[in-house]
């Protein structure tokens, strides 16, 4: 089993800046990619950016290009998502997700709360 811990939510000012991160601890297999999802109020949730472990390759949803950062501390297997000219519409719930272990498993963490309001 994958326990998978978030950190770092809060409340921002528009313009303002926030670093998520999630650890991940337990019986973990191998981990092939890593990720952070968010849902709002009323929506589905959604990707907002990944990276896999074998060749760090990261994909970004389009509406947090250029403003978000994803990146990963494999040695303490820790996510990270640095979310910097935060807006409105960036609040939500933020997940961390794993895929892990030869049957690709998914993983999620428990949320972490984001609101980006003046």
């Known amino acids: 089993q994958v326990q998978l811990v978030e950190s770092g939510g809060g409340l921002a000012q528009p313009g303002g800046s926030l670093r998520l991160a999630c650890t991940a601890s337990?019986?973990?297999?191998?981990?092939?990619?890593m990720g952070w999802y968010r849902q709002a109020p009323g929506a589905q949730r959604e990707l907002v950016a990944n990276?896999?472990?074998?060749?760090?390759?990261?994909n970004y949803a389009g509406s947090v290009k250029g403003r978000f950062t994803i990146s990963r501390d494999s040695a303490k297997n820790t996510l990270y998502l640095q979310m910097n000219n935060l807006k409105p519409e960036d609040t939500a719930v933020y997940y961390c997700?794993?895929?892990?272990?030869?049957?690709?498993?998914?993983?999620w963490g428990q949320g972490t709360q984001v609101t980006v309001s003046s």
């Open positions: 337990g019986n973990i297999p191998s981990i092939y990619v």
């Open positions: 990276i896999a472990t074998d060749d760090d390759n990261i």
């Open positions: 997700n794993v895929v892990a272990g030869v049957s690709l498993r998914l993983y």
